[in-house]
């Protein structure tokens, strides 16, 4: 019998296909003790297991590229941590063997971690993953992870480590669906880097049986199980004339009337540009730096290695817009080197630009990075500040770049309620805004980001964001200045165009989404999507907002 589930859609598609599970998510070896003259070679062995795993972590994240290669070698350097490593030695030399000492050692660690705040879920779910691989190779059974299968199927977990989602091979996997995880959870924004239709956020997901035919629409969270011959096929029917509408629109990002939005790209480094070119990207909206500087948790980046980085992303777009954020460290992307280990609340701590002004030598070197490597090129760089909470934010982060030289237009991200508000204000200080609604969604209904359960909150939807973005792209408006999206709610292609009607200037995107978000923008005048903003703003949740933004234009 067909019945329809409702989970949280993160990536456009529809996919049909029978359900397989990924593997055993935690394998706890025996406590067995080993006698004194067995612990050294027992801690050879623990070590090798250590380099196996984290060898074949950065071999994954070669082969990945971009943002997916800086999560994965993160994963690696986890797996070798000194002082990890000296707790699995310690226990194996009081009796335990390697695989149990590894189990123990990155309990500890865990309990650790998970004491030192919610924020750290997403950390605890990479190390989790880490600990597995290594007990597993320990124990000589296969790796947890991503099933065996030649046939295509959809996968269905409780949560997807980056280790998996990043290896998914679309013509395998068509499509998949987890218990937890939120919109923006970074599994999130990666299952649109590779453009697999996926739901997150389904409760009971894990409790479908393997082998039973579900249908996934990625676009509006629903799962079909067991889906009748009708409803296949209709569903099948809407994905193709999806596609085709895809393949026909092409060009810059425009309503029917011809008003322009320009489809910029989110990306984390050069490795995500060509995917941005083949989308029709018409520059960069949001150029995530942080991945460059995950490979080292111990230091920054060199100025000559940023230099080389952003050039690369520089000269793919010689006369586009390249609007690159400078590091975002704290909370769900922690650095060493930058952020405080001891907050109780680090979401709420010294992150984004305040971790900048605190260490100003940071910022500058990757000032004077960003403003060589545009040298002599054509490019229009913009240059923007994350976690901007008022004016004396804004002012700092201003008077950095002018330090700097740089020869680039500045601005703030509104990723803070504080900054909605004062946007006009902020904007006495800096030329333009871009708004991260991820985090801004975040702040505004007090709903971490990494939680499932608190998904409802984090939807964009939700008419009180909308009120902000209205309330941002006003103020930007009334200063004569541009206000864009570059958070995750750009990337729903309806949700755009009541962005595009709520007076924001540009929408940016994982390049995934850039094909249909042009074609649903191409379909409605200005004046329609304006009206679609006002009747999803008169409502009181998000589910009303979309359906008020639908209703009016379909026409209905
Ligand atoms: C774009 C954003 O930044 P990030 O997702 O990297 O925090 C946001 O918060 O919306
Ligand atoms: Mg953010």
């Known amino acids: 019998m067909e019945t329809t589930l409702r989970g949280v859609g993160v990536s456009h598609g529809v996919a049909i296909g029978e359900v397989r ?24 062995r623990a070590r090798q297991g250590v380099e196996a795993v984290a060898a074949d ?24 941590d000194p002082e990890l490593m000296a707790d699995v030695d310690r226990r194996i030399a009081v009796g335990s063997t390697a695989e149990r000492a590894v189990y123990d050692a990155f309990a500890a660690y865990r309990e650790l971690l998970a004491g030192a705040g919610e924020y750290l879920a997403g950390r605890v779910a990479d190390l989790d993953d880490v600990r597995n691989r290594i007990v597993a190779r320990l124990l000589g059974v296969p790796m947890p992870g991503v099933p065996d299968s030649d046939e295509p199927y959809v996968l269905v977990a409780r949560d997807l480590a980056p280790a998996d989602t990043a290896l998914l091979d679309p013509t395998l996997v068509l499509g998949f669906v987890t218990e937890e995880g939120g919109p ?4 999130a924004i990666l299952a649109r880097a590779l453009g697999v239709p996926a739901v997150v956020a389904l409760p009971g997901a894990r409790e479908l049986a393997e082998g039973t035919v579900i249908a996934v629409d990625g676009s509006t969270g629903d799962i079909f199980v067991n889906p009748s011959e009708e409803k296949k096929a209709e569903l099948e029917a ?9 393949a026909a629109s092409t060009g810059p990002g425009a309503t029917a009337d011809g008003y322009k939005v320009p489809l910029l790209a989110n990306v984390g480094g050069p490795a995500d540009v060509p ?10 909206g949001l150029f995530r730096t942080e991945f460059l500087f995950l490979d080292d948790s111990k230091n920054a980046p060199s100025e000559e290695k940023q230099v080389e980085a952003y050039r690369q992303v520089l000269e ?23 952020t405080p280990a001891d907050e109780p609340n680090p979401a709420l701590g010294v992150r984004g630009l305040r971790s900048l002004l605190d260490h100003p030598e940071i910022l500058r070197t990757q000032l004077t990075a960003l403003s060589k490597a545009a040298e002599g090129l054509p490019v229009h760089l913009e240059i923007m500040a994350p976690m901007v909470a008022d004016r004396t934010d804004a002012k700092a982060f201003a008077e950095a770049c002018r330090e700097a030289g740089l020869q680039a237009k500045f601005g703030a991200m509104v990723e803070i309620p504080s900054a909605a508000l004062r946007a006009r204000s902020i904007l ?19 709903a971490d980001r990494q939680v499932g359960a608190v998904s409802r909150l984090q939807d964009p939807w939700q008419p009180a964001l909308l009120d902000l973005v209205a309330l941002s792209a006003e103020s930007a408006r009334a200063e004569g200045k541009s206000c864009g999206v570059c958070g995750e709610a750009a990337s729903d292609p309806l ?12 929408l940016s995107m994982g390049a995934a989404s850039i094909p249909y978000v042009r074609a649903t923008l191409a379909k409605y005048t200005l004046t329609q999507c304006e009206r679609a903003a006002t009747a999803a703003r008169a409502t009181d949740s998000a589910e009303e907002a979309r359906g008020a933004a639908q209703a009016v234009l379909s026409g209905e």
């Open 238 to 246: 809407s994905a193709a004339e999806r596609r085709a509408a895809l």
């Open 495 to 506: 949700l755009a165009c009541v962005l595009t009607g709520l007076g924001v200037t540009s």
């Open 428 to 446: 006495q200080e800096v030329e333009f805004l871009s708004l991260g609604t991820n985090d801004l969604a975040q702040y505004t209904f007090a």
């Open 21 to 44: 599970h990924m593997g055993t998510p935690v394998l706890e070896p025996p406590a067995k003790q080993i006698p004194a003259e067995e612990a050294e070679r027992e801690q050879g």
């Open 184 to 187: 923006t959870s970074h599994s």
């Open 57 to 80: 972590l950065m071999a994954r994240g070669n082969l990945a590229g971009g943002e997916a290669q800086a999560v994965l070698e993160a994963q690696a350097m986890m797996a070798q």
């Open 316 to 338: 793919a777009f010689p006369e586009g817009r390249v609007v690159v954020r400078v590091l975002d460290a704290g909370a769900d992307k922690p650095l060493d080197f930058l």
């Open 275 to 284: 995917a941005a070119v083949e989308a029709g990207a018409e520059g960069v």
